[in-house]
Nanobody
Framework: QVQLVESGGGLVQAGGSLRLSCAAS????????MGWFRQAPGKEREFVAA????????AYADSVKGRFLISSDVARNTGYLQMNSLKPGDTAVYYC?????????????????WGQGTQVTVSS
């Protein structure tokens, strides 16, 4: 059974940084992609960033380009989202997700496995 566990959320002032981690278990993820999504109160969940686990190709939402960096440690089955220059508008619950890439992959598309989420709050 695939499990994704996020960590690293918290409260930070505007302009600060946080690094989220997503620990994956339950299978080999070499043919998988990992995505990060977020959902703010009263808003729909939105795509943030994604990475192909083995190829390392990445994609970002326009709102986080140049501020967030997604990476993965294949040996540790762990993905990361480094968030810099945080803004109050980045406040949300952040979720990591995983999907197989064997039949194609859309970074902001459907994902099969989801973590429970971690809260990120950016104060002004």
């Amino acid at each position: 059974q695939v499990q994704l566990v996020e960590s690293g959320g918290g409260l930070v002032q505007a302009g600060g940084s946080l690094r989220l981690s997503c620990a994956a278990s339950g299978r080999t993820f070499s043919n998988y992609a990992m995505g990060w999504f977020r959902q703010a109160p009263g808003k729909e969940r939105e795509f943030v960033a994604a990475i192909s686990w083995s190829a390392g190709s990445t994609a970002y939402a326009d709102s986080v380009k140049g501020r967030f960096l997604i990476s993965s440690d294949v040996a540790r089955n762990t993905g990361y989202l480094q968030m810099n220059s945080l803004k109050p508008g980045d406040t949300a619950v952040y979720y990591c997700a995983a999907v197989s890439t064997t039949t194609g992959w859309a970074p902001d598309g459907k994902y099969d496995y989801w973590g429970q989420g971690t809260q990120v709050t950016v104060s002004s």
